[in-house]
């Protein structure tokens, strides 16, 4: 079945260090994007893209880098720069970038503070 | 620009009906509509375009007002399945990044 996987499921960062978020998809959808949501909060873009090698910066992408090497790979890097990166966070694609197109999420992940 | 759902949060029966809004200050060329479940990834429920025609899945229906500044989401009937937060979802006017709106928590009660 197609599908987003996300990886891990929860994780666990120590000061200062920076952490990698895993998102693959097999929809051969070509828009990815990653959202924060904060307990009892919506969810609020960080970056997406929609092409392989192009990316923008959503409402909050400081202290987040991404990367689109590849059509089915979108990795979320929290860096130590993002000072408060207790969120869940949740990968999402789309065929295309236009509003017609719904937007299928993976299962998301929790990241906590050390 | 982020739009405004209402209510924040509504608690029904099961079978009783609910609305809930999504508003926005300027006109909404689509709109999608996502449920979400507690400790879950939202699941999209349908799409309501431009020009206005009223979708609709399961016994949920959603449509556009008049100025298209507000889309409105029909939960006929309701079940306890309903029961989850429900977000709208559209693009933030002038850009091509895709906005989500506030949220509203719905509860169905047996």
């Known amino acids: 079945d197609g599908g987003i996987t996300q990886s891990p499921k929860y994780l666990f960062r120590k000061e200062g260090q920076n952490v990698t978020l895993s998102c693959e998809q097999n929809l051969n959808h070509d828009a990815m994007y990653w959202y924060r949501q904060d307990p009892g909060q919506g969810l609020r873009l960080i970056y997406y893209?929609?092409?392989?090698?192009?990316?923008q910066k959503g409402d909050i992408a400081e202290g987040y880098s991404v990367s689109r090497e590849k059509k089915e790979s979108f990795p979320l890097t929290v860096t130590s720069a993002q000072k408060n990166p207790t969120a869940f966070y949740l990968c999402?694609?789309?065929?295309?970038?236009?509003?017609?197109?719904?937007?299928?999420f993976g299962d998301g992940t929790r990241l906590s503070i050390l | 620009q982020q739009p405004v759902q209402s209510p924040q949060a509504v608690i029904l029966r099961e079978g009783e009906d609910a609305v809930i809004n999504c508003s926005s200050s300027?006109?909404?060329?689509?709109v999608h509509w996502y449920r979400q479940k507690h400790g879950e990834a939202p699941v999209f429920l349908m799409i309501l375009l431009k020009g206005g025609e009223q979708m609709r899945h399961e016994k949920i229906s959603a449509s556009f007002n008049e100025k298209k500044q507000q889309s409105s989401l029909y939960l006929t009937a309701s079940q306890l399945s309903y029961s989850g937060t429900y977000f709208c979802?559209?693009?933030?006017?002038?850009?091509?990044?895709?906005?989500f709106g506030t949220g509203t928590r719905l509860k169905v009660l047996a």
């Open positions: 893209s929609q092409i392989v090698n192009d990316f």
């Open positions: 300027k006109a909404l060329y689509s």
């Open positions: 979802g559209t693009e933030s006017s002038g850009t091509y990044k895709y906005i």
């Open positions: 999402a694609s789309s065929i295309g970038q236009g509003w017609d197109q719904p937007q299928h």
